[in-house]
């Protein structure tokens, strides 16, 4: 669980996971202002922090290092403010367990209508669906949502996937999406319903505007690195 400001959501989040389908819950905050550490600490989670903001994408380096360092086989991340089922984690690892995936996106466009339905802003809904568009077309994917923060990772993947290269903000998950396409990880999705509501976290416009940049940009990234005209670390195993 990448924490930040979390407190008003965060104890809700954690009593609906279902424990029976989980070992071990790793949250770790990111410089909150608010009462999120010392509400996590009171809660059966284990805690780290970071001392100083380190961003979106480096708070999950470090969910991910610990997970790995604990000898985690699946790896869930769920956003701690309620935006996504904690209840749909048994779906979400159902394809690695089995052996069919290595990571299993929980998407919130699968089911048609049902993200406009639960809140999703339409400036939102159609920057997603057109980025998906250019990602399934670089990525050689099917994906009926590329932009969810509601997935679930194999120990293959996050060890053969060089994460660590990556950025510190928003980004981080499409480069891990263009990543785990190019190295030849096996990519599904489960549908995921979602909720809008005031405590729960959401980009801005502008926020959003910088991400859907830095996303075809990362894509134009990888297309010069196939064609050898730029390589890049983050591609290689």
């Not at 263009?178 to 502008?206: D, H, K, M, W």
Request: hydrophobic share 40%; aromatic share 8%; with cysteine.
């Amino acid at each position: 669980m990448p924490a930040r400001q979390a407190a008003a959501t965060l104890r809700e989040t954690v009593a609906a996971i279902p424990l029976d389908h989980v070992d071990e819950i790793i949250l770790v905050d990111d410089s909150s202002t608010d009462s999120t550490l010392r509400l996590a600490r009171e809660l059966p989670l284990e805690v780290m922090w970071h001392p100083h903001q380190v961003g979106y994408g480096g708070n999950q380096k470090t969910c991910y290092m610990q997970a790995l360092h604990r000898g985690a086989d699946v790896v869930v991340m769920l956003h701690p403010d309620g935006q996504y089922e904690p209840e749909l984690i048994p779906e979400l690892t159902a394809p690695i367990l089995a052996g069919e995936a290595d990571l299993v996106l929980g998407s919130r466009l699968a089911t048609p209508g049902a993200a406009l339905a639960a809140g999703m802003p339409r400036w939102k809904f159609a920057a997603n669906r057109f980025l998906t568009g250019i990602q399934n077309r670089i990525m050689g994917t099917h994906l009926s949502e590329a932009h969810t923060g509601y997935r679930a990772y194999s120990r293959e993947l996050l060890l053969g996937v060089p994460f660590l290269r990556n950025s510190l903000d928003f980004s981080f998950d499409s480069e891990m999406l263009y990543q785990a396409a190019e190295l030849g990880f096996r990519i599904t999705e489960v549908p995921a319903n979602c909720r809008y509501f005031e405590e729960a976290s959401s980009v801005g416009f502008r926020t959003g505007v910088v991400y859907g940049m830095k996303t075809v940009w990362q894509g134009l990234r990888l297309a010069m690195h196939r064609a050898g005209i730029v390589r890049s670390r983050k591609y290689r195993p």
